[in-house]
């Protein structure tokens, strides 16, 4: 029998000093309104997706850009966030911050051939794995194109 862990202290995340409110704070601080601690999943039961869990509204989609947009979705998401920052629950847990694709310094170093093979094959010394046993070149093309109307030329 071992004795139960010490209660663990949590202390917020600071902004200047103070606390951030509203729904930064449940992201950014794990706390809620009241400034009690939320686990993850707490907060998604509360209050829904986060703000970076909702993917872009991108109008006039062309077919091979919506199979990109489901690909990256199912694939790219969960690190990358619906909206291309990677800064959802899982991008800030990563050792190296995933790609944000949203930004600008992204778009003026994009390189579509790079951006494949390092889908298909993954970055050394980062958490990007490869994924060239879950999607074919033409699908990881499908993800490119997506990411180049979405995010590289808003």
Request: glycine content about 8%; charged content about 25%; aromatic content about 8%.
């Amino acid at each position: 029998f071992s004795p139960p862990p010490a209660a663990v202290s949590v202390k917020p995340r600071t902004l200047s000093g103070k606390r951030r409110t509203g729904d930064c704070s449940r992201c950014h601080d794990d706390l809620d309104e009241s400034g009690n601690p939320m686990t993850p999943q707490a907060s998604a039961d509360a209050y829904g997706p986060g703000p970076h869990d909702v993917a872009p509204k991108v109008d006039g989609l062309t077919p091979v850009e919506q199979r990109g947009r489901d690909l990256y979705q199912a694939a790219c998401a969960d690190c990358h966030a619906a909206d291309g920052t990677g800064a959802n629950w899982v991008g800030n847990f990563l050792e190296d911050s995933p790609t944000d694709f949203s930004a600008p310094e992204f778009a003026a170093r994009y390189d579509r051939n790079l951006f494949i093979k390092e889908v298909l094959a993954g970055r050394v010394d980062t958490p990007m794995p490869s994924f060239r046993s879950a999607l074919t070149e033409e699908q990881a093309g499908d993800i490119a194109s997506y990411v180049e109307r979405t995010f590289v030329r808003k």
